[in-house]
């Protein structure tokens, strides 16, 4: 007899998620807390996840925050409240692990950007060049890298190739305008983007900060050099949210995903977080990727613990090493999630 979950099972290509309705009277925070204990599960959700997913998470971070607790946990099952990548990576660096990912269609557009058999082909061009990749890429596309890094701590990524080196930096052309400036190093960049960090709007900003003159900019990296240009601070969401609570303005206009308000309302109560406007009117500095992780996908997928992330031995192996040698430069540099 073909039962529910199986129904579920054979759309889950098509959805990327278990389509299951759930009962509505259950309490979904009190159901996921029973299951984090009783399958020895741990939440990993990224600063841009729904307010309610960040709320009933084991940790929350950037993504190196998350690389280096997935690496570390104990748990038997990682629950990866975060995009495709960010799961896959996890995958990589704890193998044994069941890695799950509410939706398999949360993806990212910097991701998709750069496909592995065209990155391949453009990396021919330059054959002593040591490739960089954003940790925002395929897993096939890591099997083509040579060191990782993040937002976080790509500028030390950077310094720790010797300076005679060539460097491919891929896939996104902002943060690697913004390392060469950083740094000084001649870098071939791939031409990918984020969408959610290409789309904030330079009049509307330069107007909020006009009609808010005590507010610091506060800018994500993958944004581009002209939003960049108008900043008081750039970093990773997690230095973003370290500079809210370590300066003593009392607004911050927030030139990223606009989920990591939350985090930073929480760590500064009486301060005024204002989301940087997009060119349009649309909800657009919201991930959609992001956003498709819901509390009831989240604890659909721990009951059934699925939908799984799975990677071909090949991939783990040959994937990883970039990882691997990304944070070891960054234990060096003293990067603790
Ligand atoms: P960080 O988590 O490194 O700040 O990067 C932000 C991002 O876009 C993740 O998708
Ligand atoms: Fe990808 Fe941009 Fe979404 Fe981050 S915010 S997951 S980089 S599309």
Request: glycine fraction near 4%.
């Amino acid at each position: 007899m073909t039962g529910v979950l199986d129904i579920a099972k054979s759309s889950l290509n098509r959805n990327g998620f278990l389509d299951i309705e759930v009962d509505p009277s259950l309490d979904l925070v009190v159901e996921i807390n029973n299951m984090k204990k009783e399958k020895n599960a741990i939440i990993l959700a990224h600063y841009y996840q729904e307010s309610e997913i960040q709320d009933v998470a084991d940790y929350i971070g950037d993504s190196l925050g998350l690389s280096q607790k997935a690496e570390s946990t104990e748990a038997d099952i990682i629950v990866f409240a975060g995009v495709h990548f960010m799961a896959e990576t996890a995958k990589m660096l704890n193998p044994l692990k069941k890695v799950l990912l509410p939706d398999l269609k949360a993806g990212c557009s910097l991701a998709d950007s750069c496909p592995a058999p065209m990155f391949k082909k453009f990396k021919e061009k330059y054959p002593d060049h040591i490739v960089v990749s954003y940790i925002n890429c395929t897993a096939e596309l890591k099997t083509l890298t040579d060191i990782c890094c993040t937002s976080s701590n790509a500028e030390a990524i950077i310094n720790s190739i010797p300076t005679d080196k060539g460097i491919i930096f891929a896939p996104d052309k902002n943060l690697g305008a913004y390392l060469i400036k950083k740094t000084g190093r001649d870098m071939v960049l791939w031409n990918g983007a984020c969408m959610v960090h290409e789309i904030f709007s330079r009049e509307k900003i330069t107007k909020l900060m006009h009609r808010n003159p005590q507010a610091k900019f506060i800018a994500h990296p993958e944004c581009e050099a002209h939003i960049l240009d108008m900043a008081d601070f750039i970093g990773s969401t997690s230095q973003m949210l370290k500079y809210t609570q370590q300066n003593s303005a009392a607004s911050f206009i927030v030139g990223t995903e606009a989920g990591i308000i939350h985090q930073m309302e929480l760590a500064s109560p009486n301060k005024t977080f204002i989301p940087a406007p997009p060119t349009n009117n649309c909800v657009c500095n919201e991930c959609p990727h992001m956003k498709r992780n819901t509390l009831e996908k989240l604890y659909i997928s721990m009951k059934y613990e699925l939908p799984e992330i799975i990677l071909e031995d090949w991939v783990i192996e040959k994937g990883r090493k970039c990882i691997d040698s990304m944070l070891e430069v960054s234990a060096n540099a003293g990067f603790k999630a």
